[in-house]
């Protein structure tokens, strides 16, 4: 099976910290992917990478950026965290040339 | 750009009721179809998925089918159960290269009671 995890399940930072987000997955894909989970909204894509040490942006990469420097690895970083960047966060994993994409469990992000 | 539309819950139904969460999709190409689950307190799963026209995906009851000629693919279930309660996502692929991305709608609450 798939394995796609996340650092923590549950995080509460201040204004202004900067918070890093982790996801690892254990199968060896090429893409993974972090998304924010909003009421209302839906899922939306806030960076992709194909490969090690690449990045795209998504639909909302504002105020996020992204590490990969393991193919294995994918980091979320909000450089200065907001009240707005409260969220549920998700990352995902997929084979090269993939259209099906495994999800880690979801980290709730709390900012005060 | 490509986007989904589908229904807005909650949707609220008694065990053993029949069960259809619409979505509608645009895209300018051929895009996969996909419906993915997400069960409280944990990450997406994906449920079904359908890659081209007239294909139907199915698992653990459910059933959707592409349709082209009304750019749908439908969710439905004859008989629901309490451990069906969860968020469903409808979704489309879009295909960057030799790599895709995923397009989600906004998800539709399901609640069954006993």
């Known amino acids: 099976d798939v394995k796609v995890t996340q650092s923590s399940r549950y995080l509460v930072k201040r204004t202004g910290e900067k918070v890093f987000l982790e996801c690892v997955q254990d199968?060896?894909?090429?893409?993974m992917f972090w998304y924010r989970q909003d009421p209302g909204l839906g899922l939306r894509l806030i960076y992709f990478?194909?490969?090690?040490?690449?990045?795209e942006k998504g639909d909302i990469p504002e105020g996020y950026s992204v590490s990969r420097e393991k193919k294995e690895r994918f980091s979320l970083i909000l450089e200065s965290a907001s009240t707005n960047q409260t969220s549920m966060y998700l990352c995902a994993s997929s084979p090269h040339a993939s259209e099906t994409q495994y999800f880690g469990p979801g980290t709730r992000l709390l900012v005060l | 750009g490509d986007s989904v539309t589908q229904m807005e819950g909650p949707v609220t139904l008694s065990e053993e009721a029949f069960l259809t969460i619409n979505c509608t999709y645009t895209a300018t190409g051929y895009p996969s179809l996909f419906w993915y689950v997400q069960y409280p307190g944990e990450g997406l799963q994906l449920l079904l998925k359908a890659t081209k026209a007239d294909d139907k995906g199915s698992n653990k009851g459910f059933e959707a089918t592409y349709r082209k000629e009304t750019t749908s693919f439908h969710l439905e279930k004859g008989s629901v159960q309490v451990s069906d309660s969860a968020v469903y996502f409808c979704a489309l692929s879009d295909r960057g290269g030799s790599n895709y991305k995923l397009t989600f709608g906004k998800g539709t609450l399901l609640t069954v009671n006993p």
């Open positions: 990478s194909y490969d090690v040490k690449m990045k």
């Open positions: 199968m060896d894909h090429e893409n």
